[in-house]
């Protein structure tokens, strides 16, 4: 089983930054994939990031690359979603979410674990 809770959402206004985190606890955190997913009201949830098991793998929606940064820390079983130049379109729930099973991918159905969300609001 694995738990995670992400935090760090909030009003922001465009142009603006913020870092979202993801607190992960139960199984060995450094042997799964993490990902980054958001949806907004009335759409679907739509993949934004992805890092590999080490961290030495990134891939990116193409509507976030060059301005999302995506990171983990092992040791502390954290998972970092760092979102710079944010616009109105970014505005959506974060939800954080862990591919234990190593399916890979940018589905949501590849993803066993989520986290409950946390909302980033991006004002023009």
């Known amino acids: 089983q694995v738990q995670l809770v992400e935090s760090g959402g909030g009003l922001v206004q465009a142009g603006g930054s913020l870092r979202l985190s993801c607190a992960a606890s139960?199984?060995?955190?450094?042997?799964?994939?993490m990902g980054w997913f958001r949806q907004a009201p009335g759409k679907e949830r739509e993949f934004v990031a992805r890092?590999?098991?080490?961290?030495?793998?990134?891939y990116y929606a193409d509507s976030v690359k060059g301005r999302f940064t995506i990171s983990r820390d092992n040791a502390k079983k954290m998972v970092y979603l760092q979102m710079n130049s944010l616009k109105p379109e970014d505005t959506a729930v974060y939800y954080c979410a862990a591919d234990v099973g190593l399916v890979g991918g940018t589905t949501v159905r590849a993803y066993e674990y989520w986290g409950q969300g946390t909302q980033v609001t991006v004002s023009s």
């Open positions: 890092i590999s098991t080490s961290g030495g793998s990134t």
């Open positions: 139960g199984r060995t955190f450094n042997s799964y994939t």
